[in-house]
């Protein structure tokens, strides 16, 4: 069974800082997702990881897989208050398409 | 850029109510999926389908079933609603099965009274 595990689930941050979230997942995929969501809102695609060693960077956020470790990271760079949402990271299998997610982050970020 | 609409985007329904939501693919996207998202949670995969054929189930209760029509658009079907069917369900479509993007519509919060 497919498991995808997030830390923190929960984060509180001033603008300026940096940190990353983390996201773990128990067998092998070739395919990490990162999606945002606003309160409310839908799901906004940020990234797609599809190689292992894949880095890829949007404004402050960047993101990285290491397939070998089952790991991926997302990166916020000097916070600012417009990126407080939740953030998930989602996994799919290469036989089956549908999307595994992790439990999500909460970012909130004080001025 | 078209995106995926889904309708209605608010639904109150009663206990053992009936409710269809609706979704409407990215033109030329033949695959579509459906999420339930409880509050606070992560989204749980529903169901999929591809070029009109059910592809993927996932944690899909018996009282839901769905269909993808000749037109690609796809309806979730839900009988005798229960208080924990209140949440976002959201339907996303990819350009086809394998095709590593989905993209989420803006989802339908169905409320269980």
């Known amino acids: 069974e497919l498991k995808v595990e997030q830390n923190p689930l929960f984060l509180s941050m001033q603008e300026g800082k940096n940190y990353t979230i983390y996201c773990n997942y128990s067998?092998?995929?070739?395919?990490l997702y990162w999606y945002r969501q606003d309160p409310g809102k839908s799901l906004e695609s940020l990234f797609v990881l599809l190689s292992n060693g894949a880095v890829k960077q949007e404004g402050r956020l960047m993101a990285s897989l290491d397939t070998k470790a089952r790991l991926s990271t997302l990166h916020i760079t000097a916070a600012v208050h417009d990126l407080s949402a939740t953030y998930f990271c989602?996994?799919?299998?290469?036989?089956?398409?549908?999307?595994?997610w992790g439990a999500g982050t909460k970012l909130i970020i004080k001025p | 850029a078209a995106g995926v609409i889904q309708s209605p985007r608010h639904l109150i329904k009663e206990k053992r109510e009936t409710a269809t939501l609706k979704c409407y693919p990215i033109p030329r996207h033949d695959t579509v999926y459906w999420y339930q998202q409880g509050p606070g949670q992560d989204p749980q995969f529903l169901i999929s389908f591809y070029e009109k054929m059910q592809s993927d189930k996932g944690s899909i209760p018996d009282r839901f079933s769905a269909q993808q029509f000749s037109d690609y658009h796809s309806e979730l079907n839900m009988s005798s609603l229960e208080l924990g069917d209140s949440a976002l369900y959201f339907c996303a479509s990819s350009l086809t099965r394998g095709s590593y993007e989905q993209y989420f519509g803006p989802g339908t919060r169905l409320t269980v009274t």
């Open positions: 067998t092998t995929s070739d395919r």
């Open positions: 989602a996994v799919d299998w290469d036989s089956n398409y549908q999307l595994i």
